[in-house]
């Protein structure tokens, strides 16, 4: 451009650039209601020094995201939120605050679970041992599998042996009895037992969460650039994801297409007009560099 703008000018730009994006956040968000499956994570971040939870959900074909003061409910349940009104199913990492929500099945991230697996099996839990390689058989295999009676039968013996090398609960002085980590786990593979062999025995749902997880990476990114800290902008809000509708599914229209839109927005808030690619391509580079070094 030949001369830096202040930030004051790039705030404003981006400020009538989320207004200009509101109908895209929100046919965004329509069109995860009709989707079969739906990926949801969150994340924490820091804005002004205070602690904010990145929520995303996410398809291949979308992703949304929103900041709240929230983790749990309240955050899932809040205006911008996709989960409080989709019915499909809902591919996560068991956050308890997902549950209270009715949707046609829960289905557990299978990475999450290997994860806490492998930690049982570092302590010495044989069932643990024999759970993690069947979640991998089974993986392994061609989906959607047949056998469900034997799927479960087998499911069902390896967590009557958990239940048996699991110490039970310690009945304290007050509040719920204490449980160890193992049967914790226990109860999670036992009561959501659907949604951990879902991915096995039902087509096009997944083993992990690594969609969600994949489209939250850009903001540890960013946060790692601006020093693990992030400003809010004049209305409060954070501004790493000023623009949460269809960003993630720009690309799907080719590089081209992902500056023509992005530029296109900041473009029309500068009354800058042009058709020359190569010129929107400077453009969006410049705005994003701006954005990052506020």
Same mark, same amino acid.
């Given at each position: 451009?030949?001369?830096?703008?202040?930030?004051?000018?790039?705030?404003?730009?981006?400020?009538?650039?989320?207004?200009?994006?509101?109908?895209?956040?929100?046919?965004?968000?329509?069109?995860?209601?009709?989707?079969?499956?739906?990926?949801?994570?969150?994340?924490?971040?820091?804005?002004?020094?205070?602690?904010?939870?990145?929520?995303?959900?996410?398809?291949?074909?979308?992703?949304?995201?929103?900041?709240?003061?929230?983790?749990?409910?309240?955050?899932?349940?809040?205006?911008?939120?996709?989960?409080?009104?989709?019915?499909?199913?809902?591919?996560?990492?068991?956050?308890?605050?997902?549950?209270?929500?009715?949707?046609?099945?829960?289905?557990?991230?299978?990475?999450?679970?290997?994860?806490?697996?492998?930690?049982?099996?570092?302590?010495?839990?044989?069932?643990?041992?024999?759970?993690?390689?069947?979640?991998?058989?089974?993986?392994?295999?061609?989906?959607?599998?047949?056998?469900?009676?034997?799927?479960?039968?087998?499911?069902?013996?390896?967590?009557?042996?958990?239940?048996?090398?699991?110490?039970?609960?310690? !009945? =304290? *002085? #007050?509040?719920? $009895?204490?449980?160890?980590?193992?049967?914790? %786990?226990?109860?999670?593979?036992?009561? +959501?037992?659907?949604?951990?062999?879902?991915?096995?025995?039902?087509?096009?749902?997944?083993?992990?969460?690594?969609?969600?997880?994949?489209?939250?990476?850009?903001?540890?990114?960013?946060?790692?650039? !601006? =020093? *693990? #800290?992030?400003? $809010?902008?004049?209305?409060?809000?954070?501004? %790493?994801?000023?623009?949460?509708?269809? +960003?993630?599914?720009?690309?799907?229209?080719?590089?081209?297409?992902?500056?023509?839109?992005?530029?296109?927005?900041?473009?029309?808030?500068?009354?800058?007009?042009?058709?020359?690619?190569?010129?929107?391509?400077?453009?969006?580079?410049?705005?994003?560099?701006?954005?990052?070094?506020?």
């Amino acid at each position: 451009m030949g001369y830096d703008l202040n930030s004051g000018t790039v705030l404003d730009m981006l400020e009538r650039g989320y207004e200009q994006t509101a109908p895209l956040e929100e046919a965004t968000k329509e069109g995860f209601k009709g989707a079969e499956v739906v990926h949801f994570d969150e994340t924490g971040i820091h804005v002004a020094g205070k602690l904010y939870w990145l929520h995303t959900a996410s398809t291949g074909e979308r992703t949304h995201l929103f900041v709240h003061e929230k983790r749990g409910e309240e955050a899932l349940a809040s205006a911008p939120s996709v989960l409080k009104d989709f019915q499909g199913k809902a591919v996560h990492d068991c956050l308890a605050a997902y549950f209270k929500f009715d949707v046609l099945l829960h289905v557990l991230c299978g990475a999450h679970l290997l994860r806490a697996l492998k930690g049982l099996i570092e302590d010495g839990r044989v069932w643990a041992k024999d759970m993690h390689e069947f979640l991998l058989d089974l993986y392994n295999r061609p989906h959607p599998m047949g056998a469900a009676d034997e799927i479960r039968q087998h499911y069902r013996i390896i967590l009557e042996q958990a239940d048996q090398e699991e110490p039970p609960p310690i !009945k =304290g *002085q #007050r509040g719920r $009895p204490k449980q160890s980590p193992g049967r914790n %786990l226990l109860d999670r593979l036992r009561t +959501y037992h659907d949604g951990v062999l879902a991915f096995a025995r039902q087509a096009g749902v997944p083993f992990t969460n690594n969609q969600a997880e994949r489209d939250l990476r850009p903001a540890k990114v960013k946060l790692k650039v !601006k =020093g *693990q #800290r992030l400003l $809010p902008d004049r209305r409060g809000r954070p501004d %790493l994801c000023p623009y949460p509708g269809d +960003y993630f599914n720009l690309p799907q229209a080719g590089s081209q297409g992902l500056y023509l839109t992005a530029s296109g927005i900041f473009c029309s808030c500068c009354c800058l007009v042009t058709r020359d690619v190569g010129s929107y391509q400077k453009w969006h580079k410049w705005v994003w560099q701006s954005t990052i070094s506020l």
